[in-house]
């Protein structure tokens, strides 16, 4: 039987967070949906808003050679390593096949970038990952490039900054990418021992191995906002435990909230960050005053 | 594909069954059936033999969950006297699924440290399946400094799923816990021994295997994720977890063979582990022998090559 409908008891929804900027629905070629808040944007409306979304600030993934070019000072990035090749050393099905994509798509030999650069004039090693490379996983590879990173700052006695995403060890590499973690959190114990600044910017999404090693053991981790930063990913959680996610979980709203990230910095305004970073960590120890 | 151990086990249990029978009868017929019976035994003997030696990476991951294998407890029971466990992390709370503590194995005070499951399931339910959360690797980290000052080194048995996944872990900061443990123990100034002896399952089971000397029991396994994760996500059917145990390379034998651990010890074939003296006694001696030559090491030595251990591992073209 139905009920009057006078008689229904109304819930509305709390609106009253919600920006009200108008929502379009141009979905014209090459226009997408803004995964956050579906709000359709072309990629020109994207490039322009420097990658976010114009609605809701979503910040778009960037490629790692746009990172670098965005907090690098201009014409100072020198590649390291980037005759490092990955192979099939276990045989693994299909792992060549995804490597070839990959490096087709991305035209990256790896998922990572390593080299020196200067930020604000200081001179730094820089490493960003690339989230288009098989998720950015690590592998023998991006291991290996992280250790180099980290022994070149150790060796010319540079802070070390990076940009990390990724969706943890690389499986097709098996226990060869777990140890990864081992090692190149033993690089950053020799960071460490040498007194070097180590940086670490959170972006989305950074999970699983990388965020479980040398992602979260650096001195200041810079989080990008919204992103998703975690061990185990929401859904693996959802599923094995059954429960309800809380809003926001795992996000750097999250994370800051809970102590475990430093400073949320929206993406343009993360060089700046870096160039007053490194200028409070130069000039050393027992308070010496800077010139 | 077989879903538990005892799938491929129910031929013997057949023939096991039999001879049950068979004894049976000879008691109520008082026929004497010996001869025929220590045949049967033997072709079953011989049978499980010729299987256990030729095991799939798949058989040998559910063997390696096994939860009537020894755990930590069983193996600081065996190893250790005058044993006294340690609790708590200082910070939230004490983690039942690390156990740690300081005992004395050959004549040395050591820090023994190791993932703990149950016996059973309610039991395992109470040490959460052996999956660690934050307070388990902060309680391990806190007695890994606690060796380093006291110069006493570190055993650690290696038998877990993974670290917990769940919301309390992460909100506690579950990545951070681990990533400071392989630092911690990356550069620890006393040395260190891993045992694996069962489920090695990713990061969880990582945090506590950055050692000296790693040895590994015949049919444990150290993979990267489980094959089912990995058969879910890469080839999204969670049945053909086999193929990508095979796959991972994950065996004791292969991960010899990557020089990723330092030595195997054979299991026996048809005892419980810890009733085949011969398994102890070799458990023992090699434990034994890898801790003289790490503590007869330099300290400054040891972690030279602790750190290069780690350095040199992957595989890549340049």
């Not at chain 2, 001879?19 to 001869?35: M, P, R, W």
């Not at chain 2, 890898?290 to 972690?303: T, W």
């Amino acid at each position: 039987m139905f009920k009057p409908a006078f008689n229904k008891k109304k819930t509305y929804i709390d609106l009253s967070g919600i920006k009200k900027s108008p929502l379009t629905f141009d979905s014209g070629e090459g226009n997408f949906s803004c995964p956050a808040c579906s709000a359709w944007i072309s990629e020109a409306e994207k490039i322009q808003n420097n990658d976010f979304c114009p609605r809701c600030s979503h910040h778009f993934a960037v490629t790692a050679w746009e990172r670098i070019y965005s907090l690098c000072d201009e014409d100072s990035f020198d590649e390291w390593d980037d005759n490092l090749i990955s192979y099939n050393p276990l045989e693994f099905p299909d792992y060549e096949e995804k490597l070839d994509k990959a490096r087709e798509e991305t035209r990256l030999p790896e998922a990572i970038i390593t080299g020196r650069s200067k930020i604000g004039g200081v001179d730094v090693i820089v490493a960003a990952m690339d989230s288009r490379f098989m998720m950015a996983s690590m592998g023998s590879v991006v291991g290996e490039k992280i250790c180099r990173a980290i022994e070149g700052a150790i060796k010319y006695s540079l802070p070390f900054i990076i940009v990390c995403c990724s969706g943890g060890a690389r499986m097709q590499e098996g226990m060869l990418s777990l140890m990864q973690m081992g090692k190149t959190s033993a690089a950053v114990g020799r960071l460490n021992a040498a007194g070097l600044l180590f940086i670490s910017i959170l972006t989305h999404p950074t999970t699983g191995g990388v965020t479980a090693s040398f992602a979260s053991l650096a001195d200041i981790i810079i989080a990008e906002p919204g992103a998703l930063i975690g061990f185990t990913g929401p859904r693996v959680i959802e599923q094995t435990t059954g429960q309800k996610l809380p809003a926001g979980f795992q996000r750097s709203e999250f994370l800051l909230q809970h102590g475990m990230i430093d400073i949320i910095q929206p993406r343009l305004e993360i060089r700046s960050l870096l160039v007053q970073l490194l200028n409070l960590h130069q000039g050393g120890s027992h308070g010496e005053k800077q010139v | 594909m077989a879903r538990n151990k005892f799938d491929f086990e129910t031929t013997y249990k057949l023939l096991e069954n039999k001879l049950t029978e068979l004894k049976d009868l000879s008691v109520s017929l008082h026929c004497d059936f010996s001869s025929e019976i220590a045949n049967v035994e033997k072709r079953i003997n011989e049978l499980k033999e010729e299987r256990y030696k030729n095991l799939t990476p798949w058989e040998q991951v559910l063997i390696s969950r096994d939860l009537e294998r020894p755990m930590t407890r069983d193996y600081i029971e065996l190893l250790c006297t005058e044993f006294i466990e340690l609790h708590g992390d200082r910070l939230y709370g004490d983690d039942p699924a690390i156990v740690g503590g300081i005992g004395i194995f050959d004549g040395r005070s050591v820090t023994v440290i190791g993932h703990q499951k149950g016996k059973d399931t309610a039991d395992n339910i109470s040490h959460n399946f052996g999956m660690p959360r934050p307070e388990g690797y902060r309680k391990a980290y806190r007695l890994l400094q606690e060796a380093e000052k006291f110069g006493r080194p570190v055993l650690t048995f290696i038998n877990t799923p993974g670290a917990e996944p769940g919301i309390g872990a992460e909100e506690r900061g579950q990545a951070w816990a681990i990533s400071q443990l392989l630092l911690c123990l990356s550069n620890l100034k006393v040395p260190v021994i891993s045992v694996i002896t069962g489920e090695g399952g990713s990061g969880g089971a990582l945090a506590l295997t950055i050692a000296d000397r790693i040895l590994m029991l015949s049919n444990a396994v150290f993979s990267v994720a489980s094959p089912e994760t990995c058969a879910s996500i890469l080839l999204r059917d969670i049945k053909r977890a086999d193929e990508m145990a095979a796959a991972l390379k994950l065996s004791a034998a292969s991960l010899k063979d990557m020089g990723i651990v330092d030595e195997v010890i054979d299991e026996p074939v048809n005892e419980h582990l810890l009733d085949a003296p011969d398994f102890v006694l070799s458990l023992e001696s090699s434990i034994k022998k890898h801790l003289n030559e790490v503590c007869s090491q330099p300290i400054a030595e040891l972690l030279e090559q602790r750190y290069l251990r780690l350095r040199n591992i992957g595989k890549f073209w340049e």
